[in-house]
C-alpha cells in the first residue's frame, strides 16, 4: 500500500492567504486524523473522522480551521486566513476501526506562514 | 483522562551501548500503548505497541517495549544502539474507550559514532 499522502510537502504562505492541504488515507481506512505538530505545543489533535464524517472537532484552534472529508478516499484541512502563528507540520493519519489497530501517519505537510 | 509523559528531552549513547527511552501513562482502563519514530523531516513510523498479553513487546529495526502495569510504564528498548537510531521518539497511549492517542512530548536520541 502507498500509505497516507499528503500534498503539499511544503507550503510557504502570506498572512492573509487561504491554505488547503490534502489527504488520501489508506484504503480501507475508516478512521481519519488530523494533527498538528509544534515545538511549543507538540502534537495535537485537530480533528478525526469516522467513515468520512467528523467525530470529534474539539482540538481545531478556531473558527479560520475547518476540514471534510467528501468522500472515503480524501480529506482537505483548509485554514482562512492564516497567521503565523499557524506555522506548523500538520499530519495526516488514518486507520481501521481504532482500538487496537495502529494508527498509520502521512509524511506531513510543512506550513510557514510568513 | 489520558497522557503520556517522558521523562527525558534528550538521551545520548555511544553505538554499541543499550538504549532505553522512557514513557509513563495515566489512563482510566487498561491502555492500548504505542511507540512512534520520526527521523528529520519525516512523519511518524510506527515501531510497536501492547495491546494485551506478553509484557514484552518486540517491533521494528530490533526494538522491543516492556509494559509494566504496577509503575504505570512502557519504555522502549534496544540492546545495541546504531548511529541510524538517531530520532525523535514518541509514546503515545489510548484508553479502549476513546478512539484518539495522546502523544507525549517526545525523546531526542542521539547515538554518537
Known amino acids: 500500500d502507498a500509505g497516507v499522502i499528503q500534498s503539499p510537502r511544503h507550503e510557504v504562505t502570506e498572512m492573509g492567504q487561504e491554505v488547503t492541504l490534502r489527504c488520501k488515507p489508506i484504503?480501507?481506512?475508516?478512521?481519519l486524523f488530523w494533527y498538528r505538530q509544534t515545538m511549543m505545543r507538540g502534537l495535537e489533535l485537530l480533528i478525526y473522522f469516522n467513515n468520512n464524517v467528523p467525530i470529534d472537532d474539539s482540538g481545531m484552534p478556531e473558527d479560520r480551521f475547518s476540514a471534510k472529508m467528501p468522500n472515503a478516499s480524501f480529506s482537505t484541512l483548509k485554514i482562512q486566513p492564516s497567521e503565523p502563528r499557524d506555522s506548523a507540520v500538520y499530519f495526516c493519519?488514518?486507520?481501521?476501526?481504532?482500538?487496537?489497530?495502529?494508527?498509520?501517519f502521512g509524511e506531513g505537510s510543512w506550513l510557514t506562514v510568513v | 483522562a489520558q497522557s503520556v509523559a517522558q521523562p527525558e528531552d534528550q538521551v545520548n549513547v555511544a553505538e554499541g551501548n543499550p538504549l532505553t527511552v522512557k514513557c509513563t501513562y495515566s489512563v482510566s482502563g487498561n491502555p492500548y500503548l504505542f511507540w512512534y519514530v520520526q527521523y528529520p523531516n519525516r512523519g511518524l513510523q510506527f515501531l510497536l505497541k501492547y495491546i494485551t498479553g506478553d509484557n514484552l513487546v518486540k517491533g521494528s529495526y530490533g526494538f522491543e517495549a516492556e509494559f509494566n502495569k504496577s509503575q504505570t510504564s512502557f519504555h522502549l528498548k534496544k540492546p545495541s544502539a546504531l548511529v541510524s537510531d538517531s530520532a525523535l521518539y514518541f509514546c503515545?497511549?489510548?484508553?479502549?474507550?476513546?478512539?484518539?492517542?495522546?502523544f507525549g512530548a517526545g525523546t531526542t536520541v542521539t547515538v554518537r559514532a
Open positions: 493519519a488514518s486507520s481501521l476501526q481504532t482500538g487496537r489497530n495502529t494508527i498509520y
Open positions: 484504503s480501507g481506512h475508516d478512521y
Open positions: 503515545a497511549v489510548r484508553d479502549p474507550g476513546d478512539y484518539k492517542l495522546s
